[in-house]
Every structure is written in structure tokens, then in C-alpha cells.
T-cell receptor, first 109, second 118 residues
């Protein structure tokens, strides 16, 4: 069965304290791996798509990487406005998106 | 400009009273999805349309129905809402990820409709 897990469930960082969020996936043939940011009470906002192991994408303080079994979202020198839930989703070939439960990130000033 | 628009943002309905949520898109995407998301949980796919073809998830209750009258609009109908149906309902669109050779398969979400059942 296709499955996506994320860790940690929640993460509290001080402003400027870099860290990484993990997304582990087990799918029958990965078509793409997606990262989203979700603010409370809002819909997920698309961040990145990764298609193959070794691929990296960057946007401001965020960098996403992909291996054959997991993806990492690295946050460098986070700011309070980076506080949100970060969702990852795997897209298996011929299937629909499989979402993980998310990591709730809090960045304290 | 918003590309996937959901209305209303907040909906309060009475137990058992039918309710309809709406979604529109300006992306001209083939696929439209409806997800249910409860607090601190992953979005759960209810069903999706690939063009006019309706695809229901096996565990989606019969209480939930959907209509897609044209490419731009999709509706979620909850025939007899129960207290357990209170959730955030998310509409999303994408190109056709099921096609092997299609690129840019990411899904774009609306802002969601928060449904409260009283």
C-alpha cells in the first residue's frame, strides 16, 4: 500500500536555527514528490516538485532534496513567518496523490 | 490572482440539512479533486474528475456527491451532514498526472471551505 510519513510531527525552532523536515515514502513507482505549505485555516500552497533522486530545488530559505526513499525540506535561518504546517505528497504512476500528515513548524522570535 | 476559488470560506449547516460547496478554477486543468481535511490530519481524497469522468474513492460515504457541469466548476454536495462531517473541504486542480508523459503534475489548492455542523 502506498504510504507517506513525515517527521517530526511538530518542530519548534528559534529564529535563525536551521533544521530539516523529513518525508518518507513507500509507493509503487514514484512519479513526483511535492512539498506544500499550509497556514492555519487555509489551503495548501505549492512549494516544490521533485522528480528524481538527487534532485534539489530551492526557494528563499527552503531547499528540498529527494532520495529513493525520502525527501528532506531544509530550512535555513528560519523566520517567524516560516511558521506553518509543511505537507509532502507522493504521486505514484497511474495513481492519485498520497499525502503525509504534515509537520507543524513554529519559529519563535 | 487566485486560480482556484472556493465558496464560501465558512459554512455553517444544520445536522441533516443538505449543503453544497463550490469550486471554480481559471487554470483550465483537466482534473479537479475534492479533499476532506480534519484537524492535524492529511487531506483525504473524496473523489476526483478527470474531465467529465467521475472517480469515487472506495471509502467515500454515499452521503457525499459531486457535480462538474463544465471545466471550470465543480461542486461538492453533502446530502445529510452529520457531526462527523465537520471539516475543512479542499478543492484542488491539476493537469492529468495519470498520463505518463504529462509534466507539471502539481496540484493547486483553493483556500478551502470550513464546514461546521450544528
Amino acid at each position: 500500500e502506498d504510504q507517506v510519513t513525515q517527521s517530526p510531527e511538530a518542530l519548534r525552532l528559534q529564529e535563525g536555527e536551521s533544521s530539516s523536515l523529513n518525508c518518507s515514502y513507500t509507493v509503487s513507482g514514484l512519479r513526483g514528490l511535492f512539498w506544500y505549505r499550509q497556514d492555519p485555516g487555509k489551503g495548501p500552497e505549492f512549494l516544490f516538485t521533485l522528480y528524481s533522486a538527487g534532485e534539489e530545488k530551492e526557494k528563499e530559505r527552503l531547499k528540498a532534496t529527494l532520495t529513493k526513499k525520502e525527501s528532506f525540506l531544509h530550512i535555513t535561518a528560519p523566520k517567524p513567518e516560516d511558521s506553518a504546517t509543511y505537507l509532502c505528497a507522493a504521486l505514484p504512476y497511474g495513481q492519485n496523490f498520497v499525502f503525509g500528515p504534515g509537520t507543524r513548524l513554529s519559529v519563535l522570535p | 490572482d487566485a486560480m482556484v476559488i472556493q465558496n464560501p470560506r465558512y459554512q455553517v449547516t444544520q445536522f441533516g440539512k443538505p449543503v453544497t460547496l463550490s469550486c471554480s478554477q481559471t487554470l483550465n486543468h483537466n482534473v479537479m479533486y475534492w479533499y476532506q481535511q480534519k484537524s492535524s490530519q492529511a487531506p483525504k481524497l473524496l473523489f476526483h474528475y478527470y474531465d467529465k469522468d467521475f472517480n469515487n474513492e472506495a471509502d467515500t460515504p454515499d452521503n457525499f456527491q459531486s457535480r462538474r457541469p463544465n471545466t471550470s466548476f465543480c461542486f461538492l454536495d453533502i446530502r445529510s451532514p452529520g457531526l462527523g462531517d465537520a471539516a475543512m473541504y479542499l478543492c484542488a486542480t491539476s493537469r492529468a498526472p495519470m498520463l505518463v508523459n504529462s509534466l507539471n503534475t502539481e496540484a493547486f489548492f483553493g483556500q478551502g471551505t470550513r464546514l461546521t455542523v450544528v
